[in-house]
Nanobody, 126 residues
């Protein structure tokens, strides 16, 4: 059974940084499997933040480009989201997602990801 466990969330002031981690168990992903981060703010729909297939196939939402960096460690079966220059509008529950089957497209389509973490809260105060 695939399990994704997020960590690293919390509260930070605007302009600060946080690093989210997502460790996968029961599943060893390869370069064919997309790993993504999504977020959902109160009263809003879940949206794609970033996704990574391999070092050359990385995607970001326009709202986080230049501020967030997604990376993955195959040896640790872990994907990271480094978030810098955080803004109050980044406040949301952040979810890690895994494309277990492979071939996820487009990267931000929620229905392309079969496994989800429980979510972790990120709060950015002004």
């Amino acid at each position: 059974q695939v399990q994704l466990v997020e960590s690293g969330g919390g509260s930070v002031q605007a302009g600060g940084s946080l690093r989210l981690s997502c460790r996968a168990s029961g599943y060893t992903y390869s370069r064919d499997n997309c790993m993504g981060w999504f977020r959902q703010a109160p009263g809003k729909e879940r949206e794609g933040v970033a996704a990574i297939y391999d070092r050359t196939s990385i995607y970001y939402a326009d709202s986080v480009k230049g501020r967030f960096t997604i990376s993955r460690d195959y040896a640790k079966n872990t994907v990271y989201l480094q978030m810098n220059s955080l803004k109050p509008e980044d406040t949301a529950m952040y979810y890690c997602a895994a494309d277990v089957v492979g071939g996820a497209y487009p990267w931000h389509a929620i229905n392309q990801f079969e496994a989800w973490g429980q979510g972790i809260l990120v709060t950015v105060s002004s």
